[in-house]
């Protein structure tokens, strides 16, 4: 395979973390490059090696596609460095994948990852990858478009219920994940003879979910930025109606739900700091008492410190009460003491009115308190 060839295929090296392909004249060219990829890391020991020189097996971390990784025992006389393409050891033949950590820093993202196997039961770093290694690797990253979409063809003449997101060839080329979505079990059984029949490969069938499945195909969400399961962020966690009531969200699925049709993963990023700011808030299920009537809890604002209070006799006139102020007041409605108006504790009036169609209008009046 010609160096042009291989220079076109360079978008299909993206999803690996590769700002551009390899060059064949060169089987280790690094052609990694930090903030290539979401999954990448920062070997903040670098430069830290141990004294203590051993002949014992020693540990990489190593990126394949999709951000699938995976860790891998090698004998130090290998000397590998981040960035470099190496032959794998795969359940069958043998897989190319980019190294992204090592040295001693391996040990505590295998911690992190709470990997708890001796580097003796890992699968073995075979050699740095050679040149037909690449091309082969290469070759076979350029079919997978073809076959993704053929794979679907076959899938829609099954009348399977299921949705094909994306092929991953094994650096051999001689087996291939196939990535799908479905909503209930699916006999894929004639599916695979089909596909093994088409390419003449092994198949693995691999079920993801549906954020998985928008972190693969990417995309720009209402922010209008692209989508942070797709640019940066590797581990999901789960999102609550809880957390969209913390943040006093309006309960709208169609303005919560991201495009995968799950809760946004953003709504968990300010959780916290509402759920601190909430500690300083009084109950508000609290009556304030006062001469003029009783005020009922309308709304707040969280980062201003500002509960919204209305008489129960007259709910379209708000008022922003301090939290402090609210707090005294109720310490003094639980003394038997009544304050003559909730006015003269009002920071921000809000005024709702009717525009003749039954759409409240809110018109504003900013005043301090003194």
Request: hydrophobic content about 35%; overall charge neutral; some cysteine.
């Given at each position: 395979?010609?160096?042009?060839?291989?220079?076109?295929?360079?978008?299909?090296?993206?999803?690996?973390?590769?700002?551009?392909?390899?060059?064949?004249?060169?089987?280790?060219?690094?052609?990694?490059?930090?903030?290539?990829?979401?999954?990448?890391?920062?070997?903040?020991?670098?430069?830290?090696?141990?004294?203590?020189?051993?002949?014992?097996?020693?540990?990489?971390?190593?990126?394949?596609?999709?951000g699938r990784k995976d860790f891998f025992s090698y004998t130090p006389d290998?000397?590998?460095?981040?960035?470099?393409?190496?032959?794998?050891?795969?359940?069958?033949?043998?897989?190319?994948?980019?190294?992204?950590?090592?040295?001693?820093?391996?040990?505590?993202?295998?911690?992190?990852?709470?990997?708890?196997?001796?580097?003796?039961?890992?699968?073995?770093?075979?050699?740095?990858?050679?040149?037909?290694?690449?091309?082969?690797?290469?070759?076979?990253?350029?079919?997978?478009?073809?076959?993704?979409?053929?794979?679907?063809?076959?899938?829609?003449?099954?009348?399977?219920?299921?949705?094909?997101?994306?092929?991953?060839?094994?650096?051999?080329?001689?087996?291939?994940?196939?990535?799908?979505?479905?909503?209930?079990?699916?006999?894929?059984?004639?599916?695979?003879?089909?596909?093994?029949?088409?390419?003449?490969?092994?198949?693995?069938?691999?079920?993801?979910?549906?954020?998985?499945?928008?972190?693969k195909l990417g995309g720009i969400g209402s922010c209008g930025r692209e989508?942070?399961?797709?640019?940066?962020?590797?581990?999901?966690?789960?999102?609550?109606?809880?957390?969209?009531?913390?943040?006093?969200?309006?309960?709208?699925?169609?303005?919560?739900?991201?495009?995968?049709?799950?809760?946004?993963?953003?709504?968990?990023?300010?959780?916290?700091?509402?759920?601190?700011?909430?500690?300083?808030?009084?109950?508000?299920?609290?009556?304030?008492?006062?001469?003029?009537?009783?005020?009922?809890?309308?709304?707040?604002?969280?980062?201003?410190?500002?509960?919204?209070?209305?008489?129960?006799?007259?709910?379209?006139?708000?008022?922003?009460?301090?939290?402090?102020?609210?707090?005294?007041?109720?310490?003094?409605?639980?003394?038997?003491?009544?304050?003559?108006?909730?006015?003269?504790?009002?920071?921000?009036?809000?005024?709702?009115?009717?525009?003749?169609?039954?759409?409240?209008?809110?018109?504003?009046?900013?005043?301090?308190?003194?």
């Amino acid at each position: 395979m010609s160096e042009d060839n291989i220079g076109k295929s360079a978008e299909s090296f993206l999803p690996r973390g590769c700002c551009r392909a390899p060059r064949v004249f060169n089987p280790k060219d690094r052609i990694f490059q930090h903030s290539c990829c979401k999954l990448d890391e920062h070997n903040w020991l670098k430069g830290y090696e141990n004294p203590i020189k051993t002949d014992a097996l020693q540990i990489c971390e190593v990126r394949f596609k999709n951000g699938r990784k995976d860790f891998f025992s090698y004998t130090p006389d290998l000397d590998l460095k981040e960035g470099e393409i190496i032959a794998v050891e795969a359940n069958a033949g043998h897989d190319i994948g980019i190294v992204t950590l090592v040295g001693e820093i391996v040990d505590l993202q295998m911690k992190r990852k709470k990997v708890l196997v001796g580097a003796a039961e890992l699968k073995k770093v075979y050699r740095h990858a050679k040149l037909s290694d690449i091309e082969k690797w290469v070759g076979a990253i350029e079919l997978e478009d073809h076959t993704l979409f053929r794979s679907r063809e076959i899938a829609l003449d099954l009348r399977l219920e299921m949705k094909m997101n994306d092929v991953e060839y094994q650096g051999d080329r001689t087996k291939a994940i196939f990535y799908y979505t479905a909503d209930d079990r699916v006999d894929f059984r004639e599916l695979i003879k089909r596909l093994a029949e088409e390419f003449h490969i092994r198949i693995e069938m691999r079920q993801i979910g549906m954020r998985q499945e928008a972190a693969k195909l990417g995309g720009i969400g209402s922010c209008g930025r692209e989508l942070c399961c797709s640019s940066w962020m590797a581990d999901f966690q789960s999102v609550t109606t809880g957390v969209a009531r913390i943040q006093q969200l309006s309960p709208n699925p169609q303005k919560l739900a991201g495009q995968c049709g799950k809760l946004k993963c953003c709504l968990n990023y300010e959780y916290e700091a509402y759920v601190d700011a909430l500690k300083a808030f009084p109950d508000d299920r609290t009556v304030l008492r006062t001469r003029k009537g009783d005020a009922v809890f309308q709304k707040s604002d969280i980062f201003k410190g500002l509960m919204w209070y209305a008489y129960t006799n007259d709910r379209s006139n708000l008022m922003a009460i301090p939290i402090d102020q609210v707090k005294a007041i109720a310490a003094d409605n639980r003394s038997g003491k009544m304050p003559e108006k909730l006015e003269d504790f009002a920071f921000l009036k809000e005024q709702q009115t009717d525009d003749g169609y039954g759409n409240g209008n809110v018109e504003n009046d900013l005043y301090r308190f003194e």
